[in-house]
């Protein structure tokens, strides 16, 4: 069986080798060595010096070169809305304060279905959604482990970075400081949207 050991992160890689597609819900993308079969029958070792977090349009580099995509399946998840910035962040606040995995997005954050945590999200004033999406939460317990070897960056935003100590204050969004401040400062995230 052919193997593929190697992870070319999204966006890094030739779309032209692309030769297959593999979707995988969140649960299914934290992997080191497992046998798969693509969309389009192409049957496959994957291989892994270490267990990794694969992430949407990662690439999946075979020992023959060409490439398996990955995509994140649709599944059943809560998207939690908020007012405002500060209100989303009080929210990321709270769930990175319980350790959940979240995708953090500019204006909402999705988790995992959960009524207990829905039902606290609609305490503290969010809307919340059950949906059917890809969940693609932060790196989370696997950040330190993937984001050397994948490619991927985490920053973490308890040192002083760009001159704001996020570690110490917050900024209201009208603070014309020409950052997006939805993300989440408890999880290793760089959530900043530098207008230019």
Known sequence: MIRATEVLAAGQWNQAAEADSIELPHDGRHRRRIAMRGTRDTVFLLDLAEAMMLRDGDGLKLEDGRVVRVISASEPIAEITASDPHHLSRIAWHLG?????????????????????????????????????????????????TAQAHGHHHHDHGHDHDGHDHAHHEHSPECGCGHDHTHDHGHHHHGHAHKR
Do not use: C, T
């Open 97 to 145: 304060n319980r350790h959940v995995p979240a995708q953090i997005l500019s204006d909402r954050i999705r988790i995992g279905r959960d009524h207990v945590l829905e039902e606290l999200m609609v305490k503290l004033g969010a809307k919340v959604s059950r949906i059917e999406a890809p969940f693609d939460p932060e790196g989370g317990a696997y950040a330190e482990e």
